[in-house]
């Protein structure tokens, strides 16, 4: 079974640019995540989605950051414009549903905001 | 809103040595946990969960935990490390009618030869 594919694995980008990472879950998961993960702290949720529904968002910088999961497979994540700040390693995970269900983590896109 | 404690940011222990992660949480509601390991370089996988029955969980690669409610804690354990066991590991709590899963800070464990 194929695990969760995200790309790109590294970005650099300056401040003020945009940047967008996608997300492949694993094959009929309903519940798809991103969670952000700075430098020596545990993953912060900043979106749950089920199916095309948004369950979470309220970690979510909705000024500068968007995401979708059309059509309830693959998803995108998006920073516009991006601050220092948003240095981090973006996760994605997805599971069968919501709830206390074991969560797949992708190996993640490390994003460095010069 | 649930949080959770890592107290210890990082533990060297030596190979063979045993080894104890100590996680304490904080809700108003009912919980299940969960330890996530993070080996060099890879997504996090899951070493084991609790969600309700016996307190004592055995998980993967030999590890295991013990949920004790009065004392709001989910101490992770291991008898004999391996070098193979160096990695960050993440305690992680969802409310039993939530949604949200919330990581804790994490410890890095580093095993010496």
């Known amino acids: 079974e194929a695990g969760v594919a995200q790309s790109p694995r590294y970005k650099i980008i300056e401040k003020r640019q945009s940047v967008a990472f996608w997300c492949n879950p694993i094959s009929g998961h309903a519940t798809l995540y991103w969670y952000q993960q700075i430098l020596g702290q545990g993953p912060k949720l900043l979106i749950q989605f089920q199916n095309n529904g948004v369950v979470d968002d309220s970690q979510l910088p909705k000024d500068r950051f968007s995401a979708e999961r059309l059509k309830g497979v693959d998803s995108t994540l998006k920073i516009q414009p991006a601050k220092l700040e948003d240095s981090a390693v973006y996760l994605c995970?997805?599971?069968?549903?919501?709830?206390?269900?074991?969560?797949?983590f992708g190996p993640g896109t490390r994003l460095l905001v010069l | 809103a649930q949080s959770v404690t890592q107290l210890d940011s990082q533990v060297p222990v030596f190979e063979e040595a045993p080894v104890e992660l100590r996680c304490n949480y904080s809700s108003s509601v009912s919980v299940y946990l969960f330890w996530y390991v993070q080996y060099p370089n890879q997504g996090l996988q899951l070493l084991l969960k609790?969600?309700?029955?016996?307190?004592l969980v055995k998980g993967i690669n030999g590890f295991e935990a013990e949920f004790n409610k009065s004392q709001t804690s989910f101490h992770l354990r291991k008898p004999s490390v391996h070098i193979s066991d160096t990695a960050e590991y993440f305690c992680?709590?969802?409310?039993?009618?939530?949604?949200?899963?919330?990581f804790g800070g994490g410890t890095r464990v580093l095993v010496k030869p």
């Open positions: 992680a709590v969802i409310e039993a009618a939530g949604n949200k899963l919330t």
């Open positions: 995970a997805s599971s069968q549903g919501t709830g206390p269900q074991t969560q797949y």
């Open positions: 609790y969600l309700s029955g016996s307190t």
